[in-house]
């Protein structure tokens, strides 16, 4: 039987600790990290994204950050097809792969056979597509999905307005046609891999205090400045890199829609509906999840146990499959 490559995965809302836990474990079992965190493949997206430092990173090796500019679309698919590439070589160089991030996406392109186009949606790209339609109308929409997917816009008339967005929105997170998709709607994990998945959760109120001092310190740090880097290269709304909570609310007090204080308060109410967005997700797509009261002071030796009883079942079973 082929050996399986054993991962281990950090999870959990924003704000929730993942990064120090995810370098602290990477310190006790010799693993590195795979960033799975969309907006830190970015890298003109430092602050804001709460990117580590390298001196916060302590010496342990970080993959799948900095690895595309603001200026390009990133998909899901381009994103697994490299975060796969480097968990290989991790691997190889016999080291742990630790999975950290909070993109449930995209923890789950690498642990699963996807089917995208049922699997996966994005709220922002389904009202800047109905947005686009009712500006310039059913044959523009139409016309767009022809340039990138002539196969199932000849199948769908520009009447049909909702599967010509669905098609597009489909196309713009994963950068596949959705002609060329594996509709089997079926998940099953990838055969290469063994995994356990590790979960940090805290009390609401907790969390949200968490965050709006995560907020204070992107501020005194510099956020407004690297915003207005990135406002300034003028960059289509509709690239993934725009989207990211800070930015787009700063971009708003930019063009003068908003105060400072009004766009400040947006990215906090927003960052706070975003948690319990990632905290649905995680609770009903992984079930398997390991969830640690991070508030807790066992949190720590509570990981570090799970890790450590992964790490040795991984090895009886390398025996078993000598």
């Given at each position: 039987?082929?050996?399986?490559?054993?991962?281990?995965?950090?999870?959990?809302?924003?704000?929730?600790?993942?990064?120090?836990?995810?370098?602290?474990?990477?310190?006790?079992?010799?693993?590195?990290?795979?960033?799975?965190?969309?907006?830190?493949?970015?890298?003109?997206?430092?602050?804001?994204?709460?990117?580590?430092?390298?001196?916060?990173?302590?010496?342990?090796?970080?993959?799948?950050?900095?690895?595309?500019?603001?200026?390009n679309e990133y998909t899901v698919s381009q994103y697994e097809r490299q975060a796969t590439k480097a968990i290989?070589?991790?691997?190889?160089?016999?080291?742990?792969?630790?999975?950290?991030?909070?993109?449930?996406?995209?923890?789950?392109?690498?642990?699963?056979?996807?089917?995208?186009?049922?699997?996966?949606?994005?709220?922002?790209?389904r009202r800047e597509l109905t947005e686009y339609v009712n500006k310039n109308g059913k044959l523009a929409l139409?016309?767009?999905?022809?340039?990138?997917?002539?196969?199932?816009?000849?199948?769908?008339?520009?009447?049909?307005?909702?599967?010509?967005?669905?098609?597009?929105?489909?196309?713009?997170?994963?950068?596949?046609?959705?002609?060329?998709?594996?509709?089997?709607?079926?998940?099953?994990?990838?055969?290469?891999?063994?995994?356990?998945?590790?979960?940090?959760?805290?009390?609401?109120?907790?969390?949200?205090?968490?965050?709006?001092?995560?907020?204070?310190?992107?501020?005194?740090?510099?956020?407004?400045?690297?915003?207005?880097?990135?406002?300034?290269?003028?960059?289509?709304?509709?690239?993934?890199?725009?989207?990211?909570?800070?930015?787009?609310?700063l971009f708003s007090y930019f063009d003068g829609s908003c105060s400072l204080e009004e766009a400040l308060e947006?990215?906090?109410?927003?960052?706070?509906?975003?948690?319990?967005?990632?905290?649905?997700?995680?609770?009903?797509?992984?079930?398997?999840?390991?969830?640690?009261?991070?508030?807790?002071?066992?949190?720590?030796?509570?990981?570090?146990?799970?890790?450590?009883?992964?790490?040795?079942?991984?090895?009886?079973?390398?025996?078993?499959?000598?």
């Open positions: 039987m082929k050996q399986r490559i054993p991962l281990v995965v950090v999870a959990g809302p924003t704000a929730s600790g993942k990064t120090d836990m995810a370098i602290h474990l990477a310190k006790i079992f010799d693993g590195e990290i795979i960033n799975a965190d969309s907006m830190q493949v970015y890298k003109e997206l430092n602050i804001g994204s709460a990117k580590p430092s390298m001196e916060e990173r302590q010496g342990v090796p970080h993959h799948m950050m900095d690895v595309v500019s603001v200026t290989k070589d991790v691997y190889n160089s016999g080291k742990l792969s630790i999975i950290c991030g909070g993109t449930g996406l995209y923890i789950r392109s690498l642990l699963y056979r996807m089917s995208f186009s049922n699997a996966i949606s994005d709220e922002t790209i139409h016309m767009m999905l022809s340039k990138v997917d002539k196969k199932t816009a000849s199948r769908l008339h520009p009447n049909d307005v909702k599967r010509v967005i669905r098609a597009l929105e489909v196309y713009r997170i994963t950068g596949i046609p959705f002609s060329q998709q594996d509709n089997n709607g079926k998940f099953e994990k990838k055969d290469i891999y063994r995994f356990i998945l590790i979960g940090l959760q805290w009390p609401r109120q907790e969390l949200v205090k968490r965050i709006k001092k995560r907020i204070e310190i992107m501020v005194d740090n510099g956020l407004l400045d690297e915003a207005k880097k990135i406002y300034n290269l003028y960059l289509p709304s509709s690239l993934p890199s725009m989207q990211g909570l800070g930015y787009k609310q947006q990215t906090f109410i927003q960052t706070r509906q975003f948690a319990k967005r990632q905290m649905t997700w995680f609770r009903h797509q992984e079930p398997e999840m390991h969830w640690i009261k991070a508030d807790e002071p066992g949190a720590v030796i509570q990981a570090e146990q799970l890790v450590s009883e992964f790490i040795s079942n991984d090895s009886a079973a390398r025996r078993e499959n000598r």
